[in-house]
């Protein structure tokens, strides 16, 4: 089966932009997460999605971060306007349903703040 | 909250040589515990996971066991390669938690010298 689909890999940006990041999850899967992966650290979640619902985004900065998933399906995480602290790797996960047995990763959208 | 500690990295070892790194964590609940690996320039994949006390995950010849006398999941490896090199993440999951989300350790790097 096709993985999780992230892009774009690289994004390169000055702060105070914005910035989108766009995750397609593998077919059928229910559960779609962000993580926020800093370097030198392990992976935090910024927010979680039960088909399009928001199950858990109580470390999602929402002063300047936002996550939508239209249709249940794929999901696009925005951020306006980006602080030199956003420079990360932003990951997406799927998994068929409420639980971590079935977690597949994408590999991740680099973002630099300049 | 629930966090994990993993041994500090960078780790680094010949071709064959026994492996062991540490992971200890504090959760409210009974969590499941897991480890990621991440290789260079790809996503998280699962490496091997434990449900309960006392359960020994394996896989590609790593094994931890769940040990909750001592809120502990090692991972060992009795004669690591060269292909090995990457970085493990131990991480754990509260099945107390309704959002079931992953909290990850910190990261250890590991480099295998032929």
């Known amino acids: 089966e096709a993985g999780v689909a992230q892009s774009p890999r690289y994004k390169i940006i000055e702060k105070r932009q914005s910035v989108a990041f766009w995750c397609n999850p593998i077919s059928g899967h229910a559960t779609l997460y962000w993580y926020q992966q800093i370097l030198g650290q392990g992976p935090k979640l910024l927010i979680q999605f039960q088909n399009n619902g928001v199950v858990d985004d109580s470390q999602l900065p929402k002063d300047r971060f936002s996550a939508e998933r239209l249709k249940g399906v794929d999901s696009t995480l925005k951020i306006q306007p980006a602080k030199l602290e956003d420079s990360a790797v932003y990951l997406c996960?799927?998994?068929?349903?409420?639980?971590?047995?079935?977690?597949?990763f994408g590999s991740g959208t680099r973002l630099t703040v300049v | 909250g629930d966090s994990v500690t993993q041994m500090e990295g960078p780790v680094t070892l010949s071709e064959e040589a026994f492996l062991t790194i540490n992971c200890t964590y504090t959760?409210?609940?009974?969590?499941?515990l897991f480890w990621y690996v991440q290789y260079p320039g790809e996503g998280l994949q699962l490496l091997l996971k434990a449900t309960k006390a006392d359960d020994k995950g394996s896989n590609k010849g790593f094994e931890a066991t769940y040990r909750k006398e001592t809120t502990s999941f090692h991972l060992e490896k009795g004669s690591v390669q060269v292909s090995d090199s990457a970085v493990y993440f131990c991480a754990l999951s509260d099945k107390g938690q309704g959002a079931q989300k992953l909290v990850f350790g910190q990261g250890t790097r590991l480099t295998i010298n032929p």
């Open positions: 959760a409210t609940g009974y969590p499941s």
């Open positions: 996960a799927s998994s068929s349903q409420i639980g971590t047995d079935g977690y597949t």
